[in-house]
């Protein structure tokens, strides 16, 4: 290597470093909100979870909350580190992806509160409970799941992790066996 090409590689490594530095107001605050926002999920999930098994609540998992919740995790450095991949600045906001985002938003916000003190990030049976038939559940068994499919598919492309938004919506659906889920949920209901 020449002296040229040593000073390009090192004169390449500080611009990265410092699109890094300098990213895009919007981005920090939209990693803070996503943040935040599952934090409060997380903890509310487990405040309804405690009063769903104070009432005969049972779990109906067997390991799988780990397994998605490994998931998520993966998604969201994914999504980022992509994002620090890709070399985009971030300076461009895409109206449109970010209004498809608040859209999702408001979705799951119905969820939540069409269920109560029922919502919770886990599967919990709740015998003798007959399903809940108000909000976006008079129309699917399972809202919450098409909006998490779709967070998983616009969150990505409204930041240019391309690759991600392509194949997390994809594996979170192989992980789910949304079948699975309905005939629990509809078993607990009878």
């Known amino acids: 290597m020449n002296k040229e090409n040593i000073l390009s590689l090192i004169e390449s490594v500080f611009k990265q470093l410092e699109r890094i530095r300098i990213m ?8 803070i909100y ?36 490994v ?14 991949l890709a070399g985009k600045p971030g300076n ?31 599967d919990i049976i709740m015998p003798g409970v007959l399903l809940l038939r108000r909000g976006p559940y008079k129309y699917t068994k399972n809202p919450e799941t098409i909006v998490t499919v779709l967070e998983m598919f616009i969150l990505p492309l409204l930041i240019g992790a391309y690759i991600t938004a392509f194949i997390s919506p994809l594996l979170y659906m192989l992980l789910l066996k949304i079948p699975l889920k309905e005939m629990a949920v509809t078993k607990a209901s009878v």
């Open 24 to 31: 895009a107001v919007w981005i920090w605050l939209f990693i």
């Open 34 to 69: 996503i943040g935040f926002q599952k934090y409060v999920s997380f903890k509310r999930s487990k405040k309804n979870e405690q009063w769903m098994k104070e009432r005969g609540g049972i779990e109906n998992v067997g390991g799988r909350y780990k397994l998605f919740l």
């Open 71 to 84: 998931f998520y995790i993966l998604f969201y450095f994914s999504t980022f580190f992509e994002f620090l």
């Open 92 to 122: 461009e906001l895409n109206v449109f992806f970010l209004f498809m985002f608040v859209v999702t938003q408001f979705g799951r916000l119905w969820c939540i509160r069409s269920l109560g003190y029922f919502w919770n990030m886990k």
